[in-house]
């Protein structure tokens, strides 16, 4: 506790003296408590995790703007000013939006000032200093002495709903910066790992986040990229290393079962069947749900070879059709006395006719004709295919 103690103190300390910028202030932060052994994951009272960069991001914001804020209040109490002028931003915390960009007093009572008619709001009633309101934890709002009568209030107003929405939109963006930095991190994990598997899932990941950041961003003229709250600077968590190696042990799990079972439709290596798992994961699902299915004529080599086979014929008549359902057709095209229930044409003809009926229930599409129904999900996924007399009574008929 004395040794992180110390160290924020003396890195708050250097970003108020105006010798290091706040970023390399956190660069510097992180850095030392890692070569104290200081852990990658921090735990505050409510039993939440904080990352490194997270938390030294709030320390050191939070400090600094308090210290600045301090010099100003002081200097007010010196010469017995109690009001202030509240700076606005476009996006800002719902204790904040209702007076930002206000003529604001520490009393406990607001008040009229007789000498402008401008009204004085108490900052008490708005949280004022506690972790969540007004001047608390992460609040970049700053006040000036302000002088009734004297000063002019020319801070820019903005509606308090629209800057509460707004600030939802920025509080996004945080929690998307987050996932780039944890995928970041774990991506690094497995180059040190040589693990191929966690590099194609993280890599990926982190993309996927990265590229949800851009579309936020350029949707919303009031959010800006910042590229160092996506920069990574601690090491992996315990936690983390454990996820990484425990991911890549399922996945060659599962390549060794489908490399066992699909003969010649089988990926040709690890690297192949990650590839195929975290750039088309319903794909992946097909081919392990086969592999692993116990279904009585999805026991040998040779059936699961057809099953995969048929999965991909599906796939060239613009069929698409969910593990579930293919293990179905598959298990239930024949009668136990051999019968043949539906076979390949039957389902292509159903599915090339109308839905004409949706489940009140989920909303899902059915195609059912012939006594046969191919239930699909809103995306176009055959989910289910069935052998019916008449349709469920929750169906209702589509004209």
Known sequence: ?????????????????????????????????????????????????????????TV??????????????????????????????????????????????????GFTAPESGEWFEPLDNHGYKEPSGTFGINCHHMMWPYIPGVNTNDQEQFDPQESIERYKWQQKQRGLERKVREFKRNEDLANQLDDDVGRMKYGLDKRKYQSALRKLVNDHDFLARDYG????????????????????????????????????????????????KYTNRREANVYTTIANSNKSNLKTVKQRESAIETYLNFKKHDVNISDHALEQYVYHSRCKNGQLNYNFNTIINNHSNPANYRDKKDGRLIHFYNRLALIEEVDGRIVTITKLDKPKGRWESID
């Open 1 to 57: 506790m004395k040794t992180y103690q110390q160290i924020i103190k003396e890195t708050t300390a250097s970003v108020i003296a105006g010798s290091k910028t706040p970023e390399r202030a956190l660069a510097d932060t992180i850095y030392k408590w890692r070569d104290k052994g200081i852990t990658p994951v921090l735990i505050d009272k409510g039993g939440h995790e904080w990352s490194l960069e997270g938390y030294t991001r």
């Open 60 to 109: 050191i914001d939070t400090t600094s703007n308090r210290a600045f804020q301090a010099v100003r209040n002081t200097a007010a109490a010196d010469n017995g000013i109690d009001t202030f002028v509240m700076s606005s931003h476009a996006a800002c915390r719902p204790a904040c939006a209702p007076i930002q960009g206000k003529t604001v007093t520490t009393r406990l009572t």
């Open 229 to 276: 709250r996506e920069k990574v600077y601690g090491p992996a968590s315990e936690r983390a290393t454990y996820k990484v190696k425990n991911e890549s042990a399922k996945v060659l799990k599962e390549y060794d079962t489908i490399a066992s079972n699909l003969g010649k439709y089988a990926p040709k290596s690890l690297s192949e069947y990650s590839k195929m």
